[in-house]
């Protein structure tokens, strides 16, 4: 199984980017799908999951700017954000819970990051 990230750029401070991350490979499901980031010097951290379609949680910091969205169909997450700050940039990695199949326990997966930049 593998995640690809896309669509990290460098925008201005107050503009948008959407994020999408694609799993691909043998999959027999996806459950929880979510979003972190990594700034320099920092841990990790949470920003966004969407443990089904209807059960999402952010971090404090992102709530009512970042939305995320998820395609089971195509095996995609979205992470819609809004009004970016400066204090958003970091790298975000894309994270997946994968059932490769029926008879296997699910398996956390990582995607390769993509670098969002925001210019104040």
């Known amino acids: 199984v593998q995640l690809q990230a896309s669509g990290g750029g460098l925008v201005q401070a107050g503009g948008s980017l959407r994020l999408s991350c694609t799993a691909s490979?043998?999959?027999?499901?996806?459950?929880?799908m979510s979003w972190y980031r990594q700034a320099p010097g920092k841990q990790r951290e949470l920003v966004a999951a969407?443990?089904?379609?209807?059960?999402?949680n952010y971090a404090e910091s992102v709530k009512g700017r970042f939305t995320i969205s998820r395609d089971d169909a195509k095996n995609t997450v979205f992470l819609q954000m809004n009004s970016l700050k400066p204090e958003d940039a970091a790298v975000y990695y894309c994270?997946?819970?994968?059932?490769?199949?029926?008879?296997?326990?699910?398996?956390?997966?990582w995607g390769q990051g993509t670098q969002v930049t925001v210019s104040s």
């Open positions: 994270r997946m819970r994968v059932t490769t199949t029926r008879f296997e326990a699910p398996f956390e997966y």
């Open positions: 490979g043998s999959i027999y499901s996806i459950n929880a």
């Open positions: 969407s443990i089904s379609e209807s059960i999402t």
